[in-house]
């Protein structure tokens, strides 16, 4: 007996809108990874508004831009509804967040611990709470956070961060299950040492002398099985690559850009 496949069939749904976002907004999109995902994004064809704690915010070139503190969740909510009435709609957030730490827990002071949680944990979380209203009056979309390599496999003297970033790898997970029913597919993208940006600047900074630092950013480098360090642009194509349509079954998933850092 031959089982004849076909959409109806199968219960995939239509390719439409809300599978293939046009309108979106990127927390976190001043700087680095966040800035590279707005250009990609617009590149596209897509309309981009920008969230961004840093002031340099206010200089993209997207179709509108906002400051919005994601620790505070009233005020990431206000800037979450002002860019959905630039925008006529939100089909799809990208959140870039993140702040780096360094210490093992006996080295890490509790409200080192909370800062790091407020951003790489908490940040995600009332980020997505924000938009999820905006996401079901378009009829779903799509969420896209982007974590950390070191969310997934861990690293010495980086509790805090590894720890929170881990956390928000399953804070997607449960997302994903959540509201899928809802056509609001939830992924992460969870980028290795990046650079340039200033998250590899700022990961070097924490090291105390000249010395250390350029024995951390060799370090970085061979761990990279490409002996490189990863392209901001690199993460932006996986993230708009989760946002669009091209991954209709792309549900709860970690995509890992990494040079191969966490398989080793």
């Given at each position: 007996?031959?089982?004849?496949?076909?959409?109806?069939?199968?219960?995939?749904?239509?390719?439409?809108?809300y599978?293939?976002?046009?309108?979106?907004?990127?927390?976190?999109?001043?700087?680095?990874m966040?800035?590279?995902?707005?250009?990609?994004?617009?590149?596209?064809?897509?309309?981009?508004?920008?969230?961004?704690?840093?002031?340099?915010?206010?200089?993209?070139e997207?179709?509108?831009?906002?400051l919005?503190?994601?620790?505070?969740?009233?005020?990431?909510?206000?800037?979450?509804?002002?860019?959905?009435?630039?925008?006529?709609?939100?089909?799809?957030l990208?959140?870039?967040?993140?702040?780096?730490?360094?210490?093992?827990?006996?080295?890490?002071?509790?409200?080192?611990?909370n800062?790091?949680?407020?951003?790489?944990a908490?940040?995600?979380?009332?980020?997505?709470?924000a938009?999820?209203?905006?996401?079901?009056?378009?009829?779903?979309?799509?969420?896209?956070?982007?974590?950390?390599?070191?969310?997934?496999?861990?690293?010495?003297?980086?509790?805090?961060y590894?720890?929170?970033?881990?956390?928000?790898?399953?804070?997607?997970?449960?997302?994903?299950?959540?509201?899928?029913?809802?056509?609001?597919?939830?992924?992460?993208?969870?980028?290795?040492?990046?650079?340039?940006?200033?998250?590899?600047?700022?990961?070097?900074?924490?090291?105390?002398?000249?010395?250390?630092?350029?024995?951390?950013?060799?370090r970085?480098?061979?761990?990279?099985?490409?002996?490189?360090?990863?392209?901001?642009?690199?993460?932006?194509?996986?993230?708009v690559?989760?946002?669009?349509?091209?991954?209709p079954?792309?549900?709860?998933?970690?995509?890992?850009?990494?040079?191969?850092?966490?398989?080793?």
């Open positions: 007996m031959t089982i004849a496949y076909d959409r109806d069939s199968m219960n995939i749904p239509p390719l439409g809108p599978l293939d976002p046009q309108k979106v907004v990127v927390v976190g999109g001043a700087t680095g966040g800035a590279a995902t707005v250009r990609k994004l617009r590149e596209s064809g897509r309309k981009v508004a920008v969230v961004d704690v840093n002031d340099a915010v206010l200089k993209s997207a179709e509108f831009s906002t919005g503190d994601v620790t505070d969740a009233e005020d990431i909510k206000r800037a979450i509804d002002e860019c959905a009435a630039a925008l006529g709609g939100i089909e799809a990208v959140c870039c967040v993140g702040i780096n730490g360094r210490g093992t827990v006996d080295e890490t002071e509790p409200a080192e611990w800062r790091q949680f407020a951003v790489n908490f940040g995600p979380y009332a980020t997505s709470r938009a999820l209203p905006h996401l079901r009056e378009a009829g779903g979309g799509a969420i896209v956070v982007l974590t950390s390599q070191v969310g997934v496999v861990g690293q010495a003297q980086n509790a805090a590894c720890a929170a970033k881990a956390a928000a790898i399953h804070l997607v997970r449960c997302m994903a299950i959540d509201y899928a029913p809802e056509n609001i597919r939830v992924n992460t993208v969870c980028p290795g040492i990046t650079g340039p940006t200033g998250m590899f600047d700022s990961w070097l900074s924490l090291f105390p002398d000249e010395e250390s630092r350029a024995a951390e950013s060799q970085q480098i061979e761990t990279n099985l490409q002996k490189r360090i990863v392209h901001p642009d690199e993460i932006a194509a996986a993230a690559f989760a946002v669009s349509n091209a991954a079954g792309f549900i709860g998933q970690t995509i890992v850009v990494d040079g191969g850092y966490s398989i080793h």
